[in-house]
DNA sequence: AGCACGCCGACT
DNA sequence: GTCGGCGTGCTC
């Protein structure tokens, strides 16, 4: 009798005491079946009860003593969990104090049968496209294509400005470069990851690819797609052949053949950020996967995050800027209105309306704002007092300059309105919404063609002729051949946010915006003075990261230290606490949430995320295991305790 | 999550 | 004597 062999087995739950490798007795009729990366199903404790799980490696002996269960069935022989994507899934998962299960789940999309078996039975004979690559321009010599021959890791400054990829098709300028940057690596015989934080980001880099790639060597892998997309996606990427793949952020987690490469674009963007648990951001889950597989990695921005800033000071990442430096030219100026009659009506200063007047005679102007609608907010036009739902409490808003205001809430209409302070009946509006300010620079521009992108009216591009964009921020439309002038009407609305990271989100903005102007073209920053409209006007984000990064040190905020928050029962958050082994003076609370949860922050120092990951791990797994939420709702069953870590979104300016 | 094991009240 | 309540704990 052969020796057995013992299949090592992740099985596919989200249980926190589950999240661990269990060994299984492979049976003689599936020893050909069962090798790493396949899709298994188990017996778990009773027989009958079968879960599913992966198959993640094959040993000669177990680590468990006890009696071993046999493998119940491999459900197919596609290996789609990659040893490498494996190995980079228990590290993040380590890392957020969570289960490897949930980040496999963003890795290996759901599987398609029919899908499946189109792509075995498609013999894919034809050879592999000979890739040769185009020099990447702007930083010099070969500079970019060397660095990441060598597998180095790079905080990469964009080239601000937009091109044409053929076909009429334009991009920002980053996505060219990222296009280059991935075909010299595929032309090296690697694979490139390409993670981009939204749809539209992914638009301008597939343009961009497609235009210095062949599209076999293309894949799209993102959230939007349908499963059987995504696992069409996911097949590809497993044919062992060299590709670019581009998605968003869980695309980090993509097996890719002989990886080279993995760039990120836009790292400061919220949308890189894992909404689901452990919540990995795309720079982390990044950041381990090129210390595990020493490919290359390099992070583009228009603007720095702190974050990278950091890793560029540590010396983990070498900063890389385009030689000679492009900068668009910005001009800041006060909030002043206009003297013409018009644009003083459009709120308007005079700086800025000259710039679009002119501008508007050769091409498209892009104005950014802060808001999209009418207006975003209603006041009681008697004692001024914020306007709200009579029913809900809501705040009331107007959508149209003739629609009746209604609750932001509950849609309640805002008919027979009376302030509850003072009884007044009639309302005032107050602020711009890209609506309001569209309609108010038509009126300021008689004849020229007004054009609103927000989140509700998406536009991806726009055309080369005369054109006022008004565009809500993130969401500006790509102008052909680029924009003639770029107002930026909000920033102080913008800077007005309480949050610890508003001043680098609206350097990102406003730079994001900025990128996206004509040479030569003049960008109007309005109303925002001080260290800000200095590093925008001297495109030096970086020096803004670095003093705020040196701030955040001096008052121990994220990034300088990092954070976990832990939210759940005032008992179940103090036990983790005290587990986690963090200093008391670290200890940031607890402050109540919804009434039975509290939510407590600790700090700490990078040097011991993995001992205060590991603690409140354990902690989660004991809270999960013994105090039990009962069943029928009757007992003190509270609220489940969660941990997340690196979470900015807390931290309010003090 | 499921499901078995285990240690105290009302039944034949 | 034991049938069964669901608190506690484990799953290879």
Not at 161 to 188: I, K, P
Not at 605 to 627: C, F, K, W
Request: contains cysteine; neutral net charge; charged residues 20%.
């Amino acid at each position: 009798m052969v020796a057995a062999s013992v299949a090592r087995v992740l099985v596919d739950s989200p249980l926190p005491q589950l999240d661990r490798l269990f060994d299984y007795l492979i049976p003689p009729e599936l020893a050909e079946a069962a090798v790493p990366g396949v899709r298994v199903k188990v017996p778990l404790r009773s027989a009958g009860r079968v879960a599913d799980g992966y198959l993640v490696e094959v040993v000669e002996h177990g680590e468990y003593s006890g009696v071993l269960s046999e493998l119940e069935s491999v459900v197919s022989p596609i290996r789609v969990l990659a040893p490498e994507v494996w190995a980079l899934a228990r590290k993040a998962a380590d890392r957020a104090a969570g289960s490897a299960s949930d980040i496999v789940r963003l890795a290996v999309p759901p599987r398609q049968v029919r899908v499946e078996k189109a792509f075995l039975a498609a013999e894919d004979a034809a050879p592999p496209p000979v890739i040769t690559a185009a020099p990447i321009e702007s930083y010099g010599q070969r500079v970019i294509e060397s660095a990441l021959a060598l597998g180095e890791r790079l905080a990469v400054d964009a080239v601000p400005g937009v091109r044409e990829v053929g076909g009429g098709v334009w991009v920002g300028a980053w996505a060219v470069a990222m296009a280059g940057a991935a075909a010299s690596v595929l032309a090296a015989g690697r694979s490139a990851i390409l993670a981009v934080p939204d749809y539209r980001d992914q638009e301008q880099l597939e343009a961009a690819l497609r235009h210095v790639l062949p599209d076999e060597s293309i894949v799209r892998l993102d959230a939007k797609q349908s499963n059987p997309d995504r696992y069409r996606g996911l097949l590809r990427c497993l044919s062992g052949r060299p590709l670019a793949i581009v998605g968003n952020r869980s695309v980090v987690y993509a097996p890719a053949a002989n990886l080279g490469l993995i760039a990120v674009w836009d790292d400061g963007d919220p949308l890189h950020s894992e909404p689901l648990s452990p919540y990995v951001h795309t720079r982390d889950a990044a950041l381990l996967r090129q210390e595990l597989q020493e490919c290359a990695l390099a992070f583009f921005g228009n603007s720095r995050s702190t974050e990278v800033e950091r890793l560029v000071e540590l010396g983990w990442l070498r900063s890389v800027s385009p030689v000679p430096l492009v900068l668009p030219k910005v001009v800041p100026t006060a909030q002043q209105s206009s003297t013409d009659r018009l644009a003083a009506q459009a709120r308007i200063p005079s700086a800025a309306w000259k710039v679009a007047r002119s501008a508007l005679e050769h091409g498209p102007v892009l104005v950014q704002v802060a808001r999209p609608g009418y207006a975003p907010r209603l006041a009681c036009a008697d004692c001024g007092q914020t306007a709200r739902c009579l029913r809900c409490e809501g705040p009331l808003l107007q959508k149209s300059a003739r629609s009746v205001p209604a609750c932001a809430w509950c849609g309640a209409l805002a008919v027979n309105w009376k302030c509850s302070n003072c009884e007044g009946e009639k309302l005032r509006l107050v602020g711009n919404g890209a609506t309001r300010t569209a309609e108010d620079l038509g009126r300021a521009f008689p004849g020229v063609r007004v054009i609103i992108a927000d989140g509700e009216r998406q536009v991806l591009a726009v055309g080369s002729e005369p054109a006022l964009v008004i565009a809500t921020r993130g969401a500006e439309p790509i102008a052909a051949g680029g924009y003639r002038a770029v107002l930026l009407l909000d920033g102080e609305r913008m800077l007005a946010r309480e949050s610890l990271r508003v001043g680098e989100d609206c350097l990102r903005w406003w730079s994001n915006a900025a990128a996206l102007g004509a040479g030569g073209a003049t960008t109007v920053l309005v109303g925002v003075g001080g260290a800000l409209a200095t590093a925008l006007v001297t495109w030096r984000q970086a020096d803004y990261a670095r003093s705020e990064l040196a701030d955040r040190r001096r008052l121990r905020f994220p990034p300088a230290v990092r954070v976990a928050t832990i939210t759940g029962s005032v008992e179940s958050v103090s036990r983790a606490v005290a587990a986690s082994g963090v200093d008391p003076v670290d200890v940031l609370g607890p402050v109540d949430l919804a009434p039975p949860t509290v939510r407590t922050i600790l700090r700490f120092d990078y040097n011991h995320g993995a001992a205060v990951a590991a603690a409140l791990r354990a902690e989660l797994i004991r809270a999960a295991t013994s105090r039990r939420r009962s069943p029928t709702g009757r007992g003190p069953t509270g609220p489940n305790m969660r941990v997340r870590f690196d979470d900015v979104e807390p931290f309010l300016e003090a």
